[in-house]
């Protein structure tokens, strides 16, 4: 079974620039989330998808972030203008919770963005 | 505020020994706790949970101990080998519907030593 794959894996652009990262979750999860990491700080949420809706989007942070999973598939989140605290490691996670406690999210290799 | 402590920046064991990776959390709320394992250049990989109605959970050489009372969690590895040379780290998520978000600790860096 494939896992969670992510596109581009790096990605350079300037500040003021766009920016779109993708993400595959594994087959049939029908939670997608998306995760940040900033140089030397901890890995954080940004927003969670059930389906196509988004569930919680409480870690986005601030309105240059959009997020969308148009068919509940495939997730974009789309950077514009970028600035350069915006660089970091963006990581995509999805799950298909059987039950409460047997939900675990699965994260994909992460795409490396660097503003310039 | 961090609500997902890993105050240990870096361990090192000696292989076969046993190898405890600390956390602790301040949130009432979380009730789910997952230990993650990450190399360079990847993806943090799932290693074990733990629901806070349990106080222990085994799997293999890997077993996570939960002490609700103290907000803190531990994660053993015995015996240690090379290949478990990475990054953990701990999460937490809360209770309740809705979203069941990660909050991640800053990583233990383990170090084992042939």
């Known amino acids: 079974e494939a896992g969670v794959t992510q596109f581009p894996s790096h990605s350079v652009i300037e500040k003021g620039q766009t920016v779109t990262l993708r993400c595959d979750p594994i087959?049939?999860?029908?939670?997608l989330y998306w995760y940040r990491r900033v140089m030397g700080k901890e890995i954080k949420f940004l927003l969670h998808?059930?389906?196509?809706?988004?569930?919680?989007e409480s870690g986005m942070p601030n309105n240059r972030f959009l997020a969308e999973r148009t068919g509940g598939t495939y997730s974009t989140l789309k950077v514009q203008p970028a600035e350069l605290e915006d660089s970091g490691v963006y990581f995509c996670?999805?799950?298909?919770?059987?039950?409460?406690?047997?939900?675990?999210?699965?994260f994909g290799p992460g795409t490396r963005l660097l503003v310039l | 505020d961090q609500q997902v402590k890993q105050n240990s920046p870096s361990l090192s064991v000696q292989e076969g020994r046993i190898s405890i990776l600390n956390c602790d959390y301040t949130n009432s709320m979380f009730d789910y706790f997952l230990w993650y394992k990450k190399y360079p250049a990847e993806g943090p990989t799932f290693l074990i949970s733990?629901?806070?109605?349990?106080d222990k959970n085994e799997d293999g050489r890997f077993t996570v101990f939960l002490n609700k009372s103290a907000k803190h969690l531990s994660l053993h590895i015995v015996p240690s080998q090379p290949g478990d040379s990475a990054v953990y780290f701990c999460a937490a998520s809360p209770s309740g519907a809705g979203s069941y978000q990660l909050t991640f600790g800053k990583g233990t860096k383990l170090s084992v030593i042939p």
């Open positions: 998808f059930v389906k196509e809706s988004k569930q919680d």
């Open positions: 996670a999805s799950s298909h919770p059987v039950s409460r406690d047997r939900e675990t999210q699965y």
């Open positions: 733990i629901s806070s109605i349990k």
């Open positions: 087959s049939g999860h029908d939670n």
